[in-house]
């Protein structure tokens, strides 16, 4: 990570330690910079009816352009700010690689996890179910322990 | 003149008072309630009154505020007294307005205005008698509330599946295991076994073991032995010993760290515990009610749970719903939730409007009861009206759609049957008017009319 962000200002490290999860939390999950506004609106509200702090984790493929991984620092930052701007606890993660083994790696040392928020295109909750192409987070959601749950835009 | 009737509807449980010393006045209030199936007492003056009330048991009074010696104030007051939960609204002439505002400051329903519209006293009465025969309801679930069986609300299958295995294990002592999402209740079904049991008039010890180091979940858990480490100046017992004849609840087990596993499992299985520095053992007689919302098993496999621990603890096993498997709750959870705010806080509402009940049973709840709770007392401490309106709840349950990906058994549902409850939701908030669900589901009306064909949908 560099030691400055695009702004000048000096980069500050991400909550990297693994093993801290024991928190009871939401999990917001994206697989990229962009966070769907409605979903991250919906995981704060469910984070303070549940007394829960938020985890924000982005989980993206290890191929990505170092623009892209500044563009995922600076969303890391500014969700959790929001976040904490309403009074909610709240840490962000990324993870680089295969984004469902890394999803699996991070429950497996977070059991805090108490809800799964897809912060993702909410597109990929409708679509049709094609051999070999379904999102990786589809692929996985049996592994799970927790509900997950999204936000599908306003309503008509 | 005092008199009761009643036309034999299913209405008639409801009794209701009705005074005025204005003959005409009282014979239409009377006429009016009575065609609606109440069962109705008129009395023409505040003496008589008195004396029906002490007669009878009333859900609602209607009185006239002048009325004489013994005005409608001293009425409302009387009953009051008698029954904290009846329901008084004042009658009164136009040039009275301020003091009927004042009456119900001291707790009258409502107050109707002379001349009486027949809608008006309906309407009122019926919303009065609404909110009577809820605050009923939860008094009766409130008494029978001692962390017993009936803590647990909720009249859905599955829930009342429970309520009966939890009388059926009554007289047995084994170890529990209780499963489900957080928020569901495990800890109220915890609590629920242990009244249930023989040990209810003994110690019930809760633990959440996710909320402890190692170190210091051993030390709450044992205790430890004076000068067993600097600062232990005298010898602790712990909560296990604390708990010695009743039960102790650990949640969270999933997490317990696997050192403490190994002491647990001695406990159990020994009934005997060493305190931190102790070198002799301690016994115990505790019964062990466990909650997770992880899969112990497949934590088994994984090596981070005992096996032999896991078969100690789930002797029976107690599987807690989520929330959106038992829809049909919903209603009654959340009215329970909305008395019990009515009597900590400075005011009480009727309940809810159609709408807000519509908007509360749709959505899915990944937070379960305690997202309901929750949800519930933000309403109260927003609602400016006399029930909770559909813009006093969260804007995310009325203006987003959130959507929970679950089975009827929990499990995580398909594509398919998420899209086609999805298209049916859309079609309902569209009035099935085809070009307009196209439009929001971003598809052509052909793809739609083939999705309604393929999920057999109504059209």
Same mark, same amino acid.
């Given at each position: 990570m560099p030691d400055k962000r695009p702004d000048g200002k000096p980069s500050k490290p991400l909550a990297e330690t693994w093993g801290e999860g024991m928190v009871n939390h939401v999990l917001l999950v994206t697989d990229s910079a962009y966070l769907h506004e409605e979903s991250f609106f919906f995981a704060k509200e469910l984070a303070k009816r549940?007394?829960?702090a938020i985890n924000v984790l982005i989980l993206a493929d290890s191929g990505v352009s170092s623009d892209e991984r500044r563009r995922i620092d600076l969303s890391l930052e500014n969700t959790a700010a929001s976040a904490r701007a309403e009074g909610i606890t709240a840490e962000a993660y990324a993870r680089f690689g295969d984004q469902a083994s890394e999803l699996l790696k991070y429950l497996a040392t977070h059991s805090g996890t108490r809800c799964l928020v897809w912060g993702g295109d909410p597109g990929i909750m409708l679509e049709p179910v094609k051999k070999n192409s379904s999102h990786w987070l589809m692929r996985v959601r049996g592994e799970l322990d927790c509900p997950i749950a999204g936000a599908?835009?306003?309503k008509a | 003149m005092s008199e009761s009737d009643g036309d034999g509807t299913a209405c008639t449980c409801v009794k209701i008072l009705v005074v005025d010393d204005e003959e005409i006045a009282l014979k239409t209030m009377c006429h009016i309630l009575k065609k609606e199936g109440y069962a109705v007492t008129a009395a023409t003056d505040g003496g008589?009154?008195?004396?029906?009330?002490?007669?009878?048991?009333?859900?609602?009074?209607?009185?006239?505020?002048?009325?004489?010696?013994?005005?409608?104030?001293?009425?409302?007051?009387?009953?009051?007294?008698?029954?904290?939960?009846?329901?008084?609204i004042i009658i009164t002439g136009f040039a009275t307005v301020d003091a009927a505002v004042a009456a119900?400051?001291?707790?009258?329903?409502?107050?109707?205005?002379?001349?009486?519209?027949?809608d008006e006293v309906r309407n009122i009465v019926a919303r009065a008698v609404q909110k009577r025969l809820l605050e009923k309801r939860v008094f009766e679930l409130e008494q029978a509330v001692a962390g017993g069986v009936s803590s647990i609300i909720g009249?859905?299958?599955?829930?009342?599946? /429970?309520?009966?295995?939890?009388?059926?294990?009554?007289?047995?002592?084994?170890?529990?295991? /209780?499963?489900?999402?957080?928020?569901?209740?495990k800890e109220l079904a915890a609590r629920a076994v242990h009244n249930a049991s023989s040990r209810a008039k003994r110690p019930f010890v809760a633990i959440n073991c996710?909320?402890?180091?190692?170190?210091?979940?051993?030390?709450?858990?044992?205790?430890?032995?004076?000068?067993?480490?600097?600062?232990?100046?005298?010898?602790?017992?712990?909560?296990?010993?604390s708990a010695n004849e009743?039960?102790?609840?650990?949640?969270? /087990?999933?997490?317990?760290?696997p050192a403490m596993q190994a002491k647990l499992l001695r406990a159990v299985q020994e009934r005997e515990i060493l305190r931190v520095g102790g070198t002799r053992p301690v016994n115990v007689d505790v019964r062990v009610i466990a909650a997770t919302n992880r899969d112990l098993k497949e934590l088994c496999e994984l090596g981070s749970f005992r096996q032999d621990l896991y078969y100690r603890i789930n002797v029976i096993s107690i599987h807690m719903p989520s929330l959106s498997e038992r829809k049909e709750d919903i209603p009654l959870l959340a009215s329970y939730f909305l008395s019990r705010c009515s009597k900590t806080g400075d005011r009480s509402l009727s309940g809810f409007s159609d709408e807000a009940m519509a908007v509360l049973c749709r959505y899915d709840y990944p937070g379960n009861v305690r997202e309901l709770q929750n949800i519930v007392e933000r309403a109260f401490s927003l609602a400016r009206g006399e029930a909770v309106s559909a813009c006093d709840l969260p804007p995310d349950l009325t203006d987003v759609a959130p959507y929970a990906f679950r089975s009827d058994e929990g499990r995580i549902r398909s594509l398919e049957m998420v899209e086609k409850d999805y298209i049916e939701w859309v079609l309902r908030q569209t009035g099935y008017n085809k070009t307009r669900a196209a439009e929001a589901l971003g598809i052509d009306r052909v793809s739609l009319y083939r999705k309604i064909r393929k999920y057999a949908l109504k059209d």
């Open positions: 549940m007394g829960l599908l835009g306003k | 008589r009154a008195l004396a029906a009330l002490s007669g009878a048991a009333f859900d609602v009074v209607l009185t006239d505020l002048f009325l004489g010696q013994i005005d409608g104030l001293s009425i409302l007051a009387r009953a009051k007294d008698l029954d904290p939960g009846i329901e008084v119900t400051r001291k707790g009258a329903f409502h107050f109707l205005q002379k001349p009486i519209k027949p009249t859905s299958p599955k829930i009342t599946a /429970i309520k009966k295995l939890i009388g059926r294990i009554a007289g047995s002592d084994a170890n529990v295991l /209780i499963t489900g999402e957080s928020g569901t209740g996710a909320s402890f180091t190692e170190a210091l979940l051993g030390n709450e858990l044992f205790g430890h032995e004076k000068e067993a480490f600097t600062g232990a100046t005298r010898t602790r017992p712990g909560l296990l010993e009743g039960s102790v609840f650990f949640d969270e /087990i999933g997490d317990m760290p």
